[in-house]
């Protein structure tokens, strides 16, 4: 039985950087020849970063892609690194038309190559595009019909990219046909809450149905509201885990395969299952040479539920602050809970000395929560200011008549101007406090707390908001460390302070309950008859979904977050703006 | 030969209000059936309103909708209008599963019906879905496999809806391979420049392709971002157009067509062209009786480009306007071309005396553009007011230390807020004044300029800003009313007046070169060396593809506006915001 040494490069690709990337590729690449790999596989689209949306119909960004594929194959060789099988996704374009999907020769592809001594060995294009949720992949490309299985060291390697495994039959089905000795899968597969447990279940499944060795890789980072959480994986046919990368972390798995030898009596060209063309690659010379050493198999611990949601939290923020060009962040720090989980989520994302923070009292503030901010500031070491909106409400308050809502908004709002007044001086990137059980009720003020390019919290709940609150004080207790939250912040109760003595509880039902009307109406997409079938109370239901329904404008308009649910308010959810569909 | 008096209808549903819809197809059927129609066709989806986006994935919603059938089916009977059959679009759902798209039994479908005498003789689902652009139907729905051919007073009429006839093949096709005497096509096609040109040219080949007459009925209106202009067209298998219903207006169409009679021998169940199954219905009972006088055949003349463009925006703003609740709106006036032209489409949209307007002059501001304000405002008859940005401009500047771009931005801030504060106080909807061309390469104010819940020209290049307002001026002078637009506010060169002496040429190339480069790296989708080739200046495509690229944020928090081109700042081209391709 053939061994082969198998790398999974779980790395965080930039949309868009084709020299940053491919050097990334190389970079990698050596690491894995240094410790004996004799196969090196990266994530879905690790060239050109994923997802690339509308660039993908780009036909200049298409060509670079193709042309820095070839260019990487040739910088492989040129570093001594050439005589190892790299597999990396790629951007590319179809050989011919897709009559199925109305779409000429040379449409765009999501797709992947084996770099080897210089040449592109096989290119593949992905068979199963998902096109829900965050998708949008028939928008883009067109589907790939060939099962590429390439001989590496002697073993049938059969290749997919994500979605192949996803949906039933397919390129799974055709390994098995194709008797591959193990099926490899490239992945751009985002984090949402508890997938990983979701993810194992399937490549056990799909292992068992490909009946072969399955290897797994995914990427980090984030792109826009997506996180990728790595998770990278490799099961047996028996669906035993040989190997798994850790969490949200850039990792190299290397691990050696025990995997049955090729046959000699394949033919190429078959048709397989689903309509697949099988496409044989030999790869030329002599295989690698006996393997130095011997890497331990490595299975990283799964993290908490906490521990996992504040990773993606924090590797979302950092991902966003440094792909766009930025160092340091700015956040309007009331006191409250939100804007100090956003700063500790800042603090842990970029370090404290790139944090800034300012406190902005008004009339109604309370001394609580000046002195909650500072003490946040005091213990996390952030860089703290104050300065007051009294002067700039006076001006406002003498120019025009303003009461009730518009006054309360007012203040937000001058908030929101001096926050983005201090960015644009001192060119920090504005970080948004809005937690998502606001967001989908529309409690806050457009232009006001939703001033920022940013929301680290905009998929958060406020009952998740307090839990991940405590349990970063109780992480730092852990740690022997300074807890970076204000106990007073925790416990005191949520208001806006925006007139005498409010409360969010003023306005709005408890957190738990709406939270659970919420995530109902949300993520569950139950009807209002549905929830209030589930025992709610008739009254919070219609409050509740009205409220939703009716506040999507605002929701639109808001900054993009990191996705770690079902479904967020950006892409994942998106309905008109003009909607008088108002019964759930 | 039979004949056959046709009605379309080409109305503007409302999304989400199916009561409001129902009542609507009640309405126009009535006067169908006073003209005489045998045979009464409303737009693609009429009764829930389209595009419908992520509704169309609530369960509630579907069922809502084939509720809302059924009873349509029994009031026209309760009226009195059960005798003529009806066909109307709604939202389905699948009867079996596709997996070809990987979906299951009870997936949404993009529906047509025929009603007649209080039952659905017949239900069908769109064939071609179209992805691309503005639309996401792989998204949403499962296509339909069937071609519904029904029998109406001896003529067999075939079915399609709107993406069916903008592909080739499918119900075209096997509308010739069935007989059909009549392909009827339900529509909800949205405006763009030219498009009825391009629409008739379609409609011609497709009636030569099917054999037989054409009729094409579609929406008006507005849906967020989407104008629809109506222009439902007939035309005879030779490509004689026989009727054409004026665009941007609810209509009744209503015209005789001498039509073959259907042959007797025909049986169900045929498989057809593209996999379609022929599905065949007859009404029950006697022909309607013989008409009453006779329908003038009207062929509507069009518009010219810039009525057309012009009426686009009108129809757009007034229906996002009403459809979302509101009756009057805010802008803020700078005497400068953009907010003027705004304030001309909002008075067309929703009369003068919805209109309130505020200039906010700060120290910058010139006294010609004050006056310019002040003209407009009694030209048109809207309300006016000034509030000075002084005071609240000093607040600022005595808080915090702010130069350069940082204060030119706050004074566009400061305007915002009190926008917003007096939208929170009096009720108004907010309209935004930016242009293409500004939104392009991210000249203007995040939360300054850019406040506002709808931006009527965030999709007119500059240059066609200015060929508005002439023309605007110059209808009114054809009608012997005052032009709306004062002159100077025309003439003068372009300034955002946040600093002495600013002028628009200071940042930005001239705005007919600009938009000419525009014009070719957004909608002609080239890359910076496609552009340059064709003759323009690498300096000034470098620099405008560069501030393209890096504006994507702005983009897509600005509000959404009317869609009048091929490419448009929101459901048409969606780029990454995190996105390091800066190469074209």
């Given at each position: 039985m053939p061994k082969l040494r198998l790398a999974l490069s779980q790395i965080d690709p930039w949309v868009g950087d084709l020299a940053r990337n491919s050097a990334e590729v190389v970079r990698w690449t050596k690491q894995a020849v240094e410790a004996g790999a004799q196969l090196v596989a990266f994530p879905e689209m690790a060239l050109t970063g994923y997802p690339v949306e509308d660039l993908a119909l780009r036909g200049s960004f298409v060509e670079a892609s193709r042309d820095a594929l070839v260019e990487l194959a040739g910088r492989l060789v040129a570093d001594g690194l050439g005589e190892v099988p790299v597999v990396v996704g790629y951007l590319g374009r179809s050989e011919h038309a897709s009559p199925r999907f109305n779409r000429p020769a040379g449409s765009p592809q999501n797709c992947a190559a084996v770099l080897h001594r210089g040449a592109v060995v096989t290119r593949f294009a992905k068979h199963h595009l998902p096109n829900y949720g965050v998708f949008d992949e028939f928008r883009w490309f067109v589907p790939g019909d060939q099962l590429p299985v390439v001989r590496v060291h002697g073993v049938d390697v059969a290749l997919a990219i994500c979605e192949d495994i996803w949906q039933d039959g397919g390129r799974v089905t055709a390994a098995r046909e194709a008797e591959a000795g193990l099926l490899l899968v490239i992945n751009g597969s985002p984090y949402e809450r508890n997938k990983d447990d979701q993810r194992l279940e399937l490549v056990r499944r799909r292992a068992a149905e490909a009946g072969c060795t399955l290897a797994y890789v995914n990427m980090v980072g984030g792109q826009d509201e997506l996180v990728f959480d790595g998770d990278s994986i490799v099961v047996g046919a028996d669906g035993e885990v040989l190997a798994r990368s850790p969490q949200f972390e850039e990792h190299l798995l290397v691990l050696d395969l025990d995997l049955p030898a090729a046959s000699s009596d394949h033919t190429d060209g078959l048709l397989l299952s689903d309509g697949l063309h099988l496409v044989r690659s030999e790869l030329p010379g002599?295989?690698?040479?006996a393997l130095a050493g011997k890497p331990v198999a490595e299975i990283a611990p799964r993290l908490s539920d906490e521990a996992e949601i504040w990773a993606a939290l924090v590797s979302g923020t950092r991902a966003y602050v440094a792909k766009n060009g930025f160092r340091s962040v700015l956040i309007g720090l009331s006191g409250g809970i939100d804007s100090a989980l956003v700063a500790s989520i800042a603090v842990d994302a970029i370090g404290a000395d790139n944090v800034h923070c300012v406190s902005m009292p008004s009339r109604y503030s309370s001394e609580h929560s000046k002195g909650d901010a500072a003490e946040l500031a005091r213990r996390t070491g952030l860089h703290f200011r104050t300065v007051s909106i009294a002067p700039m409400f006076d001006a406002y308050m003498g120019a025009t008549e303003l009461t009730g809502l518009a006054e309360e908004n007012l203040q937000s709002r001058l908030r929101g101007t001096l926050l983005m007044a201090i960015s644009n001086q001192e060119g920090h990137i504005v970080l948004a406090p809005g937690n998502k059980s606001e967001l989908a009720v529309g409690y806050s003020t457009l232009y006001g707390?939703?001033?920022?390019?940013?929301?680290?919290?905009?998929?958060?709940?406020k009952s998740l908001v307090f839990r991940l609150a405590r349990w970063r004080n109780e992480e730092a207790e852990r740690r022997g460390?300074?807890?970076?939250?204000p106990e007073n912040t925790i416990t005191k109760p949520p208001s806006?302070?925006?007139?005498?003595?409010?409360?969010d509880s003023d306005s709005l039902p408890d957190y738990d309950l709406l939270d659970s009307v919420l995530a109902r109406y949300i993520?569950?997409?139950?009807?209002r008859d549905a929830i209030v079938a589930a025992g709610f109370d008739p009254a919070v239901v219609d409050r509740v979904v009205r409220l939703v329904d009716t506040a999507e404008y605002k929701r639109r308009q808001y900054p993009p977050g990191p996705k770690i649910s079902?479904?967020?308010?950006?892409?994942?959810r998106r309905l008109p703006i003009t909607n008088r569909w108002r019964r759930g």
């Open positions: 002599e295989p690698q040479p707390d939703s001033v920022g390019a940013y929301g680290p919290i905009k998929d958060v709940y460390e300074v807890p970076p939250i806006a302070e925006l007139r005498p003595d409010q409360m993520e569950g997409d139950e009807g079902v479904k967020n308010f950006g892409r994942d």
